[in-house]
């Protein structure tokens, strides 16, 4: 049995070991042990071995438009400055001194020519080179070697419609060989206009006292709980007919814990076509880059949630009520940024497309915030349902006992008819969305940040030896 023992590097006990086994063997069987939600060992594995390897997004391109422009973001447990230089390129790079180790950067966003410490006064430019040192001459001399003295920089930066990644392990997969099928899925999302989209404001952030994972694997499948978690929005009438969404639901996976759920809103009526974007912006869409059951899927039942592991998510649905009678889709992307076993804090964008007019833009900012804010209504249904599931893997009688938490549903198979990427699953119950999640959250944890190639194995399969 897996025994508590408070705090313990990574990797240098059997416990984590064994937790991680019994994650893979409960797998095969629906069942996850619930200590994953909070714990110690697991939480400096993860910042280690996930955060450390994986590809992380980290800001958009419309966040830093211009030269010297800058924000402040994490990976895993690390302060990252993200900034643009003069030619135009990205460098992510640990906000760290590397005189003695204070902070460079104390603003989450702005536009400078150059990060001083506060320190000593040690100084950095745009790029994060070394560039001065105040009594420099006296102090340094010649002894100095500037090269050698730049700020550390993530060995792996790109984006992808506008959405740029870091990654801190050189030996990962380039980020489109890495993402592989989901570019497909990203296109169809944020990539159906050539200005792309834009962040409308800075990111919201609050803390939440639940583990990061129970975000992630809630929007990488979970559509079950929408009936039941989410019951005020009905009784209010902000969305019509809650306890029936679960029911046009759809599951698209495009392996290693890449997935999204998708909704048939087109049962509402035709005006939900493309997540209910209204037609003069649908006109401007260019749909040549999609495959025809991309094409079809986003016309009829557009991909509305999803995660790219770790910690990136994605939230695009139609709110009638803001918009003043005509619906009108938000988009939120969020991330589950981990801050302790059992606490996140979670970041909220909200995002439109560029060529969307001003007012309409504001329309689709008060309806994220509105219903995905600090303050949203769905936002806290959420919240304060995963603060029992850390409570739960905090309890020393569950861990005693090797409590398991259940993922049964009965067995769905994907949709043989589909020809577009990944595999299609035409209703959301079955939970192989979530097994995906966790399955690849053992692959990571068990390789120690070095199981992010691509090979036949990396999907994940069926459970207990069913294929
Ligand atoms: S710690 Fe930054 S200049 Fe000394
Ligand atoms: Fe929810």
Redesign the pocket.
Known sequence: MYAYEGAAPSGQGSDLDQLIQRVETGMDAGLLPVEVFCDDQVFRAEMERIFGSTWVFVAHDSEIPKTGDFVLRKIGLDTVIVARDETGTVNVMLNQ??????E?CHEDQGNTRHFR??????TYNIKGEFAG?PHFAEAYGESLDRKAWGLRRAPQVDSVNGFIFACLDARTAPLREYLGDTLKVMDAIFGLHPKGMRAIAPPERFTVRADWKSGAENFCGDAYHVSTAHVSVGLSEFIPDVRQVSVIARGLDLGDANSFIAHEITQWGPMFEYWGYPPEVVQQFDFSKLDPAMRELIRKSPPTIGTIFPNFSYLRFPQPAVAGGRPYPFTSIRMWQPVAPGVMELWNWQFEYACVDEATTRESYLAGVYGFGSGGIFEQDDTAVWEGIAKAARSPWNRRDGVMLHYQQKRIEPDPAWTGPGEFYANIYGERLQEGFWRRWAREMKAGGTATARSPEDKHTARGGEQ
């Open positions: 001194c590397r005189h003695r180790a204070s460079v410490c506060p320190y000593h006064g040690w040192a």
